[in-house]
């Protein structure tokens, strides 16, 4: 089992900048994959962020390249979102995930374990 536990969501304004940390617990946290992924109200969770164990080959989706970057910290077993450029449509909750297979994936089905979500709100 693996528990994952979300911090760092907050309401900012448009423009602004906030960074989210997820912290593991439980089984080997290293070697896992990671995603972060959002959903906002009526609408499916989509990936926005995923990086493989040793944090050297990351995925990052169109609507967030250039401005969220994904990255992990394996002696302290949490992964992180840093979010810059904040839009309203950005708006969301964001989700901690583990995937016990290997290979990045952007699917939510490919993933095994998930926080319980932090809320990102974004003003205009």
């Known amino acids: 089992q693996v528990q994952l536990v979300e911090s760092g969501g907050g309401l900012v304004q448009a423009g602004g900048s906030l960074r989210l940390s997820c912290a593991a617990a439980g089984r080997t946290f290293s070697n896992r994959v990671m995603g972060w992924f959002r959903q906002a109200p009526g609408k499916e969770r989509e990936c926005v962020a995923a990086i493989n164990w040793s944090g050297g080959s990351t995925y990052d989706a169109d609507s967030v390249k250039g401005r969220f970057t994904i990255s992990r910290d394996n002696a302290k077993n949490t992964v992180y979102l840093q979010m810059n450029s904040l839009r309203p449509e950005d708006t969301a909750v964001y989700y901690c995930?583990?995937?016990?297979?290997?290979?990045?994936?952007?699917?939510?089905?490919?993933?095994?374990?998930w926080g319980q979500g932090t809320q990102v709100t974004v003003s205009s």
């Open positions: 995930a583990a995937r016990v297979g290997y290979g990045l994936k952007s699917s939510a089905s490919a993933y095994d374990y």
